[in-house]
């Protein structure tokens, strides 16, 4: 039995009783984005974005952002945004925005260097993986660095299809754009300038276009050295880089003398992809397709095909994996299954709808043209319907809206002046949703604990560090607390977010430091703490009686 790709002349008739179907599909994609960012409250992380963003002028927003892990243009874009409202919905409605036309972009620039089938799965991908679906409905730099990365790519395809300078200096705009939003981009710029030359070297354009691609490029190490002398140099100094790689990133940083190189790069290969999808399985399935892909690009390189490019679109498909693990290896960026290498889904997506559509299948027929799409739509419900997500992750159903409401609800029937004791994570959140954003947290706090006004209340806190309570220095940690206060008698605790993963043992940790857990959803916790009651040594009986 032959096995044979499908027909051509299928395909263009499948192709073109669906083509009606792409603005409902992009619509279904955008309102799926839209219900999630109406449903649920701020994460600690976007809590801060906001709070950070949220100051008297922009340059004082320019140096606020300065203190994060991040390029500045989100916090000043979001500087400007948030005067014109700021709740929830209205703050996140730009990013579902660019999440959704990213994906729009993407099918753009898909079918121009593959095919209309490829470009279509490639649109089904992009539009409802979990992982994409959720991040463009948050506060966070990947919605816009997505899409100036895509733009940028679209772009650079039209300037070496027309020899255009006009769509090279889109393309650069889009590429200074991206750099200013993510470090990761750096990445990108790195695939793509070594995509470009390579296309450049092929096709031999004008004079004037290569040497405004050359100035673009240098224009782009200008951004790149301001940056880090502007804002990375500063981090290490505070010595940021160095805890997020020594905390909640370790396990996505080769660990020299722990790791084993070709077993790192395969296991984090495997869990970037069950990221991508949220599924472990279909994430192999979804490796599979893009190996295959690369496979058959650089075989098809040689056979007179009409877009001779096929090995230069194989390497900058496959290079942003290798750059990353490269960088993991070198312990500068994490490679494995989180939000930090969302960048590479740019990639993987396409080489994924790539392989799909090259995948060979048994006897072709006009009905078997609709076997892919149908198969690629049953995976993406399994996805979404059966997450199984790696990687810190707030389920939607346990971060609506109405749970904070609840929680917020109870502080506020605690008296006036109650203290409450949370981490760095959770007061950004009561910043936003309880202080009536009028806590004024320092940047770089030199103090293990800091006593802030908030409303009617005080909030303690322990922001210096970036990450959440710990059950090993918590008891340390509470025990300075009431130094701190010595005049309480009772601290009510407040947690949101990603609360340490074993929940049950940490719970049992506060019962047995006096504590009354109250959960409000697995990622909202407040509990009410008493101060413990000091006994006295008995004396003798002789001592009492002189």
Not at 5 to 13: C, I, R, S, Y
Not at 498 to 521: V, Y
Request: aromatic letters at 12%.
């Amino acid at each position: 039995m032959a096995i044979t790709a499908t027909l051509p002349d299928q395909e263009t008739q499948s192709l073109a009783s669906t083509n009606w179907f792409i603005l409902p599909l992009v619509l279904a994609g955008f309102l799926l984005r839209l219900r999630l960012s109406w449903l649920t409250f701020l994460n600690p992380d976007e809590a801060l974005h906001y709070f950070l963003s949220h100051q008297p002028s922009l340059r004082l927003a320019y140096e606020a952002s300065l203190t994060t892990a991040h390029p500045p243009l989100m916090i000043l874009f979001l500087h400007l945004w948030s005067r014109l409202g700021s709740s929830e919905f209205f703050l996140r409605l730009p990013f579902v925005l660019a999440g959704t036309l990213f994906c729009w972009v993407m099918f753009l620039w898909v079918e121009k260097v593959a095919s209309k089938k490829a470009a279509w799965l490639a649109l089904a991908l992009f539009l409802f993986m979990p992982s994409l679906v959720s991040l463009s409905a948050e506060l966070r730099q990947y919605s816009f660095l997505l899409l100036f990365c895509a733009c940028s790519l679209d772009s650079l395809e039209q300037a070496l299809a027309e020899k255009s300078v006009e769509w090279i200096g889109l393309s650069t705009g889009a590429l200074y754009l991206a750099l200013l939003t993510h470090y990761s981009a750096l990445i990108f710029a790195a695939a793509a300038a070594i995509y470009a030359l390579s296309r450049v070297l092929r096709a031999k354009p004008p004079i004037r276009v290569t040497a405004a691609w050359i100035a673009g490029q240098t224009g782009a190490l200008f951004i790149c050295v301001f940056l880090f002398r502007s804002q990375v140099s500063r981090l290490r100094q505070m010595g940021i880089s160095s805890e997020i790689a020594a905390t909640w990133l370790r396990g996505s940083i080769f660990q020299h003398g722990e790791d084993y190189l070709p077993a790192f790069a395969w296991t984090k290969t495997l869990r970037l992809f069950r990221y991508f999808f949220s599924q472990g399985t279909i994430g192999v399935v979804g490796l599979g397709l893009f190996v295959l892909a690369i496979v058959m690009l650089l075989r098809s390189a040689h056979r007179g095909d009409p877009k001779p490019w096929r090995r230069e679109l194989a390497i900058l498909l496959a290079l942003p994996f290798l750059i990353t693990l490269a960088l993991a290896i070198a312990g500068i960026y994490p490679y494995g299954g989180t939000r930090h290498d969302v960048l590479l889904a740019l990639f993987a997506f396409p080489g994924i709808a790539i392989g799909l559509d090259l995948l060979p299948i048994i006897r072709p027929t006009a009905a078997a043209g609709f076997l892919k799409p149908v198969l690629l739509g049953a995976a993406m419900l399994i996805c979404n319907l059966f997450p199984s997500p790696s990687g810190p992750y707030i389920r939607p159903g346990n971060q609506r809206r109405e749970l904070m409401r609840q929680a917020m609800d109870y502080l506020r029937s605690l008296p006036p002046d109650s203290v409450l004791f949370t981490d760095a994570q959770g007061s950004v959140v009561l910043n936003y949703y309880l202080c009536d954003e009028g806590m004024a947290l320092p940047f770089a706090p030199e103090q293990p604990l800091l006593k802030l006004r908030c409303g009617n209340y005080y909030v303690l806190t322990s922001a210096a560090t970036q990450a959440g309570f710990d059950r090993d220095s918590f008891p340390a940690l509470l025990a300075n607390a009431w130094q701190g206060v010595p005049k309480e008698t009772t601290l009510y605790l407040f947690q949101s977010g990603w609360i340490d993963d074993k929940k049950e043992d940490w719970l049992n940790e506060l019962r047995g430091l006096g504590g009354s857990p109250r959960n409000f959803g697995p990622n909202l916790l407040l509990c009410a703490i008493q101060r413990p009651k000091i006994t006295m040594p008995m004396l003798p009986s002789s001592a009492r009686s002189r």
